[in-house]
């Protein structure tokens, strides 16, 4: 498989070579930028458009094109610039008619970004975050864990994942007041892993470890010394290691210790910690209170995930009063790793400080900003009217760099009020023409994106106006017009509606630039488009004396000139109608009638060759010629085909019916109410009811057609017509 679409380039040129994509057997074409910046194709129904686009999607995606009926095919797909190089993905933009799913990204985003403010927004955001990578640093070699403690810090404090700083901001008084750090030493991955987390919070488990804190509080009640909540042998121990280390003893001071009215008096440390050991064996031996203990590691030996905070525990006894509340044990543990760490903490809460008023001075000056986005807003608003207002929910922190992609906001407005709607609940809400309108929106997002970049871009647009209102139509044609002239921008623009072809050539696209595209066993070619200026006048009328096939083709168009100039009664109308239709004085209308119709209306003095050649005789055997015509849009060989078939079709039914007066006497719809006759009168005959049925449905649209509206003709392939003809001229 062979695909390319990669490095930069300039695109006076662009070459496409493609084999067995999406369908198209073969395409191969030069699209050549040096004197138009748009090329526009009209593409009939299943002749290669969307094949064409996806096959584009799928290179702008850096994906490989396929073909989706036979994967086995093997694909080629290149396209180039003008020196041979292969063209960059990234500057492919691919504009499909509708895609529910396209919505700005984090490139489009750039729309938002004020480059000065997020520079020193992100200077800001830098000093902050070396402070905060110092503290957590020294909170992890302090903790002894691999968890994320920026994360754990906020859960436990704000009980959200994300809000961190505020944590650290609503804790400040409390660690300031706090005189120790009680619990510095705790392994926190020892007792705060989730698995333990679940088994400490077990009925079973809860009620043994009640059961050992009821005990414990019993004989703190009790003890000489210690007290509940108050003074117990972790303080009595931090007490007497601070006194030592301020050099208390060294300067024969003595502590006093009152035990039941006595005083007892302690002139050293190592006669103080003496003490507070012997108080806190008497508790930690107790009887009752070893037996609690072992029945809380006999529920933590049950789990083999759980031996390890069973050992942990056995060697930290003073640390299981504190596990009948986890939430409170889990902050606190936190506090102490904090206060042991103060100077790190106090460092980051003063650079939050700094940059907070910093930071607002930058916030203000960004929401009185106005950014590209809403310049984007302005241009969809002037050109679309939805029942929708758009903003962006996180403005400034995209702007700024603290958000990569924007969240956008909807308010649906009617007559009565407006709510706030999300996005999915809007596209419900919304009619077809609107949901398009939204993602024009978007659309309009990524090309002011790629103009604000200056990023050369190769734009394929897939009938993006297709199933709009006129009003809305010509909008996105202004809009195209518009980028056609930023001058980063090359277009080639699909579509299967010939009136949108024209539109865009009148108002941007030049006439070379205007290209058809033709379906044949061979693959795809693109032919310079034909009629798209009024073909009748653009050419037909100029070879009207020279060429048989445009001069028959032209009877339509004069009819329609004296329809809409003088009516139906006129004699002329009247002339031309039984040059369409098998009329009593058909046979006897000659090229000289029609000569002096044409030099009448057309203001002329002309003369074909043969003047006194039957007019139908000449459809006939021009009708004939077409059969063999060579490939190409052959707009007068169709319209020939679809006057002869109708002619012989109703020339057969005529010489059937034996009712002359019924046929002489028609005035409208003749083709049809001579089929209907037919049917009636010849019921057995059903496959010539069933050509003479593909009559009526395919010639009406192929005759009666003018300078405005005449696509039908166009869209359906010159084969279906031949075959038509040929089926004719087998029943006469």
């Not at 074909?608 to 139908?616: C, E, P, R």
């Amino acid at each position: 498989m062979t695909y390319k679409l990669h490095q930069g380039f300039v695109m006076k040129k662009v070459s496409v070579d493609l084999q067995h994509c999406y369908g198209i057997k073969a395409l191969k074409h030069d699209f050549d930028f040096s004197n138009t910046k748009a090329y526009a194709i009209y593409a009939p129904n299943g002749a290669m458009k969307s094949s064409f686009a996806n096959t584009f999607k799928d290179l702008s995606n850096g994906a490989k094109p396929k073909d989706r009926i036979f994967p086995d095919r093997e694909t080629t797909a290149v396209v180039t610039d003008e020196t041979g190089a292969a063209i960059e993905n990234e500057r492919v933009l691919v504009v499909l008619s509708y895609d529910e799913t396209f919505a700005p990204s984090e490139k489009t985003c750039t729309l938002l970004v004020d480059p000065k403010l997020r520079s020193e927004f992100a200077e800001l955001q830098a000093k902050t975050e070396e402070s905060k990578k110092a503290l957590i640093g020294a909170l992890k070699l302090q903790s002894k864990s691999k968890a994320d403690l920026e994360t754990e810090i906020s859960l436990v404090v704000m009980k959200t994942p994300h809000e961190f700083r505020r944590a650290l901001i609503r804790i400040r008084e409390e660690i300031q007041e706090q005189k120790d750090a009680p619990f510095a030493s705790v392994e926190y991955d020892r007792i705060f892993a989730a698995p333990i987390i679940t088994a400490l919070n077990t009925k079973d488990l809860k009620d043994k470890i009640l059961d050992y804190i009821t005990r414990y509080h019993e004989l703190l009640a009790a003890s000489t010394f210690f007290r509940q909540g108050i003074f117990d042998y972790y303080n009595a121990a931090q007490i007497a290691d601070s006194l030592s280390k301020n050099g208390f003893f060294s300067a024969s001071h003595t502590v006093n210790l009152k035990s039941s009215g006595e005083v007892k008096e302690i002139s050293t440390q190592e006669e103080l910690e003496q003490v507070i050991e012997a108080e806190k064996q008497s508790i930690l031996k107790d009887e009752k209170l070893v037996k609690a203990f072992d029945a809380v590691q006999t529920q933590l030996n049950k789990n083999v995930g759980l031996r390890e905070f069973r050992g942990y525990l056995m060697n930290n006894m003073h640390l299981l009063p504190h596990l009948s509340n986890l939430p409170k044990f889990n902050e606190d543990v936190l506090k102490s790793y904090i206060k042991e760490n103060i100077e790190a903490y106090q460092s980051l809460l003063d650079t939050y400080e700094e940059v907070r008023e910093r930071e607002a001075i930058i916030f203000a000056e960004a929401e009185k900003q106005k950014t590209q986005w809403e310049r984007v807003i302005d241009i969809f608003n002037r050109r679309f009217t939805v029942p929708f207002k758009l903003h962006v929910d996180n403005k400034i922190d995209v702007m700024l760099g603290a958000a990569r992609i924007m969240q956008l906001g909807f308010t649906y407005e009617d007559s009565e009020g407006s709510a706030e709607i999300e996005r999915t609940e809007l596209l419900e809400y919304l009619s077809n023409g609107e949901k398009k309108a939204f993602y024009i929106l978007n659309v309009i997002f990524e090309i002011e994106r790629r103009i604000k970049d200056k990023q050369e871009t190769l734009v394929v647009v897939d009938d993006l106006a297709d199933s709009f209102d006129y009003q809305n139509k010509y909008a996105i044609v202004e809009y195209l017009k518009g980028i056609s002239e930023e001058g980063v921008f090359k277009q080639i623009i699909l579509t299967h509606n010939f009136d949108f072809l024209r539109t865009i050539q009148s108002r941007f696209v030049s006439y070379a630039g205007c290209l058809m595209g033709l379906k044949s066993d061979a693959g795809i070619t693109l032919e310079p488009a034909e009629g798209v200026k009024n073909i009748f006048v653009k050419d037909w009328k100029l070879h009207f004396f020279n060429d048989n096939k445009k001069k028959i083709a032209s009877i339509a168009f004069l009819r329609n000139l004296v329809e809409f100039s003088r009516g139906e009664a006129d004699p002329a109308y009247e002339a031309l109608t039984s040059m369409l239709h098998w009329r009593p004085e058909s046979a006897a209308k000659t090229v000289g009638d029609l000569d002096a119709i044409f030099n009448a209306e057309c203001h002329t003095s002309g003369a074909s060759v043969d003047t006194a050649l039957g007019v139908v005789g000449l459809i006939d055997a021009t009708g004939d010629e077409c059969l063999t015509a060579g490939p190409g849009l052959n707009l007068e060989n169709k319209v020939v085909l679809a006057i002869a078939t109708r002619l012989r079709a109703e020339r057969f039914i005529v010489a059937k019916l034996s009712d002359d007066a019924f046929w002489k006497g028609i005035d409208r719809n003749q083709t049809q109410r001579l089929i209907s006759k037919f049917k009636k009168e010849f019921p057995s005959e059903t496959d010539a009811s069933g050509v003479l049925d593909r009559v009526a449905l395919m010639t009406p649209e192929n005759i009666h057609l003018n300078s405005f509206m005449y696509e039908p003709i166009i869209d359906m392939g010159e084969g279906p017509l031949r075959k038509l003809y040929e089926d004719v001229k087998a029943l006469v």
